[in-house]
């Protein structure tokens, strides 16, 4: 069949068409329309299979359709998928048991999305501030980071430093100070008497997999101990497995005092997250002062369980620290004019191209062409992200791909 009689035959345009026609314009995908997945591989309407490195932004590093999450999924789905936390449920103090086990921390509040954990984390902040701290009411300041991404909300990127985030959306929440990443004497500089936390991603994948100075976590860690202020980790994307560690702040010996979980906390199938913390913290939240309907729902504590306990049982976090070494061995040593850095730890790589290389989406284009799905971050990043099932082989063939694009400096065709 003929390259023209095989794009008249495609099914591709009328999912594209149908899309842009009825939906917001708020995504600009690659004009690929997937069907199915498992593991690492999706399919395409027309059939054709592709590696998946992108992994919903970390959602899915357990693989598509995991077997074990999806029994979960059915077998709980059969029983009861969602009830009022007006009443306790038989799925949550298992969720909450495996979790705290997990990461070490006391307590857990279960919410659905990164975003409202994220604003869980904030709201506990403020209220510690108040009423441990002393902080006077409606006075309380967090420290953020440029470049940061923690979600969508108003209150978020009201403390984005990216302009299109913000843009015709405000007024915005106060109460937010914002500092240079990876500059300790910045934060610093930045706490007062009423600063109750700092929220910082471990490594800012967004901006384009940007990791910070070496001992930045630790020296952050000193320093909100000495000034009795919350550090709070936002590991939503760089967290459970992700950077070769069940935690990426693990690499620098840092347990943060508020630790906030998403994505990959369900394996990809069912939205649920988490603020984590310890009693001191936790408890300033009483009975009415924050909840969700379907936060902790028993649907998503059995998916999370299963999700979490397919990610330790099958050793997933030591297969992306191994498989992690593997592919920044190789892309050390690659010669392509066109990149300017590779960064990242574990699978969960940056490569940034010089700025004359026209920008990183038609990269991914030629990648589409090779059967390899990516997706650039901050216009000159290509993220690289695949699932932790990865294997060595299946990894080679991926940087098989990414190295001739990179070599061909974007103009091959696959």
């Not at 495609?10 to 999912?15: D, K, V």
């Not at 027309?46 to 074990?68: E, F, I, M, T, W």
């Not at 077998?75 to 799925?91: E, G, I, M, P």
């Amino acid at each position: 069949m003929s390259r023209s009689d095989t794009e008249a035959a495609s099914r591709t345009p009328a999912f594209l068409e149908r899309e842009h026609r009825l939906g917001a314009h708020n995504y600009h995908p690659l004009p690929i329309v997937i069907e199915r997945a498992e593991g690492v591989f999706v399919w395409d309407v027309d059939g054709r299979r592709y590696y998946d490195c992108l992994a919903a932004y970390s959602a899915v590093n357990q693989g598509h359709c995991h077997p074990r999450i999806l029994a979960a999924l059915q077998r709980q789905a059969q029983r009861a998928t969602l009830v009022s936390r007006a009443f306790h449920n038989d799925q949550l103090g298992r969720f909450y048991e495996v979790l705290t086990r997990l990461t070490g921390f006391g307590r857990v509040l279960p919410m659905n999305t990164g975003a409202e954990a994220v604003e869980t984390a904030i709201k506990a902040a403020r209220k510690w501030g108040y009423t441990q701290k002393g902080i006077a009411d409606g006075q309380a300041e967090i420290v953020v980071f440029d470049g940061n991404f923690h979600g969508r909300t108003t209150t978020i990127v009201g403390f984005s430093a990216e302009e299109q985030y913000r843009r015709g959306f405000g007024p915005f929440a106060p109460g937010f100070r914002r500092v240079p990443y990876g500059d300790a004497g910045a934060v610093a500089a930045a706490i007062t008497e009423r600063t109750c936390a700092v929220l910082v991603e471990p490594i800012q994948g967004e901006a384009g997999i940007v990791v910070p100075p070496a001992g930045f976590l630790r020296e952050l860690r000193a320093l909100c101990d000495r000034e009795r202020v919350l550090l709070m980790a936002d590991e939503i994307q760089s967290g459970l497995g992700r950077t070769g560690r069940m935690f990426c702040c693990e690499h620098d010996g840092v347990r943060p005092d508020v630790l906030i979980l998403g994505k990959a906390l369900s394996g990809g199938f069912y939205p649920v997250s988490a603020m984590l913390a310890d009693d001191a913290v936790m408890d300033v939240f009483r009975p009415g002062d924050h909840g969700s309907t379907y936060g902790g729902n028993p649907l998503g504590a059995a998916v999370a369980v299963a999700a979490l306990e397919a990610l330790v049982d099958e050793r997933m976090v030591e297969n992306a620290a191994t498989l992690g070494a593997r592919a920044f061995a190789r892309l050390a040593g690659l010669r392509a004019p066109v990149v300017k850095d590779v960064r990242g730890k574990g699978l969960w790589i940056g490569i940034e191209l010089h700025a004359s290389a026209g920008g990183a989406r038609r990269f991914c284009e030629r990648l589409l062409q090779r059967g390899v799905l990516c997706k650039e971050t901050h216009d000159h990043v290509i993220r690289l992200a695949p699932p932790l099932v990865i294997t060595a082989a299946q990894l080679d063939e991926v940087l098989d791909a990414v190295e001739a694009v990179l070599r061909a400096g974007g103009t091959d065709r696959g």
